[in-house]
C-alpha cells in the first residue's frame, strides 16, 4: 500500500507552527530516518517523547485533517523519493518497565522504545519470551503492528494487551487477539486502520540470565552469518507459504544483482543493500525486477514485507 498525499497548504503549515512551535521541523530528509537511508522530504516532522504525547499529537492531526504518518525505526519502510507530503510523527515514547513481582511477568514499553532493547533489558532478568527479538533493529510499536518475528517466534507470541489511539474510536485497550495476527501482519496493517499504538505489554518467564543471554548469542551469531551489515531495509518480501523468498530470488539467479546503488545481497537474497547513495526508485526498480522474474521463473508473486511510502511510478515496467 503507498501512502500518498498532497502537499500540504500553507493554512495547514500555519496551524502546525502555531501549535507546535519550535517542536515543529520543516521540509526534513526521511533518509536519516530509515535504515535503508534513502527517501526525499518530509513536509514536517514532530518528534514525539511520550505516550500521552503521540496520543495527543495524532488526535490534533486526526482532528485538523492534516495527514501524517508514524516512524518508529524506519526499519520496515521504502520512502519515495519525493518524500511524503504530510507530516511524520516520529516516535521517541521509549520508556521501559519490568515486572517481576506480577504473575505473569511483564514487560511494558512504550511503542517508540526498540524492541532488542526491550529484549536484552529481559534477559539482563534472566526473562526468557522475547529474547528472538534482540536484534530486531524496529521499535515496540513497528514490531506488533507487523508482528515481527525471528527463529520461530513472533511478537503475537508474548503479546498480552496493547495500548492504541484509534482516529475513529479514541484510546482503547486492546488484547492480542484483537489485533487479529498473521504472518507479518495485524489487522491495523491489513486493513490500513488509522491508529497508533501507544503501548504494549509482553508477558515473559523466568529463566536464568547465563541461558537468556546464551540464545541471544546463538541468534547473533547466526545473523552475522547470513544476514549482510550495512543500510538495508531487511527482508524485503513476506516468504510465500512454504518457501523462502530469499530462496526464490537466489535461485532464480539474481544474487548480487543491482540496479543503480541498490543490490541484491549476496549474503541473503531477501535483504536489498543500499551499496552506493541508491535512489528510492533504484530499489522500486529492482523489486520489480525481483517480482517480474521470480514470477516469470516459479509463477510465485512475491508480496512485499515492507510498506511503500510516497509516490512511486510503475509506468515503467
Ligand atoms: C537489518 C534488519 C533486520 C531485520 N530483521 C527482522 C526480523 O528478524 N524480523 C522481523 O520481523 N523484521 C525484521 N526487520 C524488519 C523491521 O525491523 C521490523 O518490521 C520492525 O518491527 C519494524 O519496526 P519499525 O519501528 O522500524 O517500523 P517502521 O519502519 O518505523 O514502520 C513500519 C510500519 O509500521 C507502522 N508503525 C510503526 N510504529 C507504529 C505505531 N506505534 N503505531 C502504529 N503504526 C506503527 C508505520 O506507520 C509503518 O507503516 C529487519 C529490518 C532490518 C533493517
Do not use: C
Request: hydrophobic fraction near 40%; charged fraction near 15%; glycine fraction near 10%.
Amino acid at each position: 500500500m503507498q501512502k500518498v498525499t498532497a502537499p500540504l497548504s500553507n493554512t495547514q503549515m500555519v496551524e502546525l507552527r502555531d501549535k507546535f512551535g519550535s517542536v515543529l521541523q520543516e521540509n526534513v530528509s526521511l533518509s536519516f530516518y530509515t535504515t535503508a537511508h534513502v527517501g526525499g522530504k518530509a513536509d514536517a516532522l514532530i518528534p514525539a517523547n511520550s505516550a500521552d504525547e503521540l496520543a495527543n499529537t495524532a488526535a490534533f492531526l486526526w482532528e485538523a485533517q492534516i495527514p501524517f504518518i508514524l516512524i518508529g525505526g524506519g526499519s520496515n519502510v521504502l520512502v519515495s523519493d519525493e518524500g511524503y507530503h504530510g507530516v511524520i510523527l516520529l516516535n521517541h515514547a521509549r520508556n521501559i518497565r519490568i515486572d517481576t513481582h506480577t504473575t505473569p511477568m511483564v514487560a511494558f514499553a512504550e511503542s517508540g522504545a526498540n524492541f532488542g532493547g526491550l529484549a536484552r533489558q529481559a534477559a539482563l532478568r534472566g526473562m526468557s519470551g522475547i529474547e528472538w527479538a534482540a536484534n530486531v533493529p524496529g521499535s515496540v510499536g513497528g514490531a506488533v503492528y507487523g508482528n515481527a518475528g525471528a527463529f520461530g517466534s513472533n511478537t503475537q507470541a508474548s503479546l498480552t494487551s496493547v495500548d492504541l489511539i484509534l482516529k475513529d474510536g479514541g484510546r482503547q485497550s486492546w488484547t492480542a487477539d484483537q489485533m487479529k495476527y498473521q504472518y507479518r501482519s495485524s489487522i491495523l496493517k491489513r486493513e490500513q486502520i488509522s491508529a497508533v499504538i501507544l503501548s504494549a505489554s509482553f508477558k515473559l518467564t523466568q529463566s536464568d540470565e547465563e541461558t537468556v543471554q546464551k540464545a541471544i548469542a546463538a541468534s547473533t551469531e547466526k545473523r552475522k552469518s547470513t544476514q549482510p551489515p550495512g543500510a538495508s531495509t531487511g527482508s524485503t518480501f513476506k516468504n510465500p507459504e512454504g518457501d523462502h523468498a530469499g530462496r526464490l530470488i537466489e535461485a532464480a539467479g539474481l544474487k548480487g544483482y543491482g540496479i543503480g546503488g541498490a543490490v541484491i545481497s549476496p549474503i541473503h537474497a531477501n535483504f536489498i543493500i543500499n551499496q552506493n547513495n541508491a535512489s528510492a526508485m533504484d530499489y522500486y526498480r529492482l523489486i520489480r525486477h525481483i517480482q517480474k522474474t521470480v514470477a516469470d521463473q516459479f509463477g510465485v508473486n512475491l508480496e512485499l514485507e515492507i510498506e511503500l511510502v510516497g509516490h512511486f511510478t510503475d509506468g515503467e515496467f
